[in-house]
């Protein structure tokens, strides 16, 4: 703690609190925009946070992208956590297989002796197989795992490159656009003023379900998120920000 204090960062946090209208933050040194190692620091803050949070028994619900796969690969066993149940907070959202909810929350329930439980349900689905879907017993079941799920852990995007790296049709793209969109979280699209612009559909956790869900921790940093962690945050002021240097920065730059 000495160290951060020399470092600056708790200062950068106090500050952020201000900018961002947030209770909860923490920022560590360097920028995972410049420096890969940085998202697991992030990493290693996130499962610091989540250690003193979770509880005997809970369920943890987890997003893809490449910084929540930092933060699996920095778990370890707790003693005191005994029993945590990992599941997908939404479906696949177009991701590399190695950075897909399912694969990080089987990853984090080895890391931690733990369990997992996945979701089969690809993402572009007609609106016949969806609904058929949703009502297969498997799916179900792990759907009703994931709402009553007591931690929510997740990235956040810039808007355009999350789309981009998506392979978003036409018409979704031009309508991210048109809407100005700065922000992308569990596949949904933010502007500037943390108002919802466009929702990919796909089963899971919806936005307005982490109002009940007891511990929501979001995961970003570089200085080239801090107009989606901005916006993000508009509309979330109860969550944990974990962040890093070169966000927190440029967010209080702004
Ligand atoms: O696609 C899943 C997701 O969590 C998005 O909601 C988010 O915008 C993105 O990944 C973050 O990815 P990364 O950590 O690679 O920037």
Same mark, same amino acid.
């Given at each position: 703690?000495?160290?951060? =204090? ?14 961002? +209208? ?41 997003? *893809? *992208? ?19 149940? /990992? ?18 929350? $089987? ?16 993402? +572009?689905?007609?609106? =016949? ?54 922000? =992308?979280?569990?596949?949904?699209? /933010? ?39 901005? $916006? ?23």
């Amino acid at each position: 703690d000495v160290m951060r =204090e020399v470092l600056g960062l708790k200062d950068l946090e106090k500050k952020l609190k201000h900018t961002l +209208h947030i209770e909860d933050v923490i920022v560590v040194a360097g920028d995972s925009d410049l420096s890969p190692w940085v998202k697991k620091e992030m990493g290693r803050a996130c499962v610091a946070c989540m250690k003193e949070r979770l509880t005997d028994k809970n369920i943890v619900a987890v997003t *893809g *992208g490449t910084t929540l796969a930092a933060v699996a690969e920095m778990m370890t066993p707790d003693s005191k956590q005994s029993d945590v149940l /990992f599941v997908p907070a939404r479906g696949g959202l177009g991701e590399d297989v190695k950075n897909q909810a399912n694969t990080i929350c $089987a990853k984090m329930a080895e890391k931690t002796m733990g369990n997992y439980r996945l979701l089969h349900v690809p993402d +572009h689905l007609s609106n =016949e197989a969806y609904q058929s879907l949703i009502e297969e017993p498997t799916v179900k079941e792990v759907l009703q795992l994931i709402k009553s799920s007591s931690m929510v852990i997740h990235g956040i995007g810039d808007a355009i490159t999350m789309a981009e790296r998506r392979k978003t049709p036409e018409e979704d793209m031009e309508k991210i656009k048109a809407r100005y969109a700065v922000a =992308e979280a569990f596949g949904y699209y /933010f502007n500037q003023e943390g108002e919802v612009v466009h929702k990919v559909k796909t089963v899971g956790i919806q936005l307005e379900d982490l109002e009940h869900v007891q511990h929501v921790i979001a995961v970003a940093g570089g200085a080239s998120k801090a107009k989606a962690i901005k $916006a993000y945050m508009k509309q979330a002021p109860h969550s944990i920000l974990i962040t890093d240097e070169g966000a927190a920065r440029a967010l209080i730059r702004e």
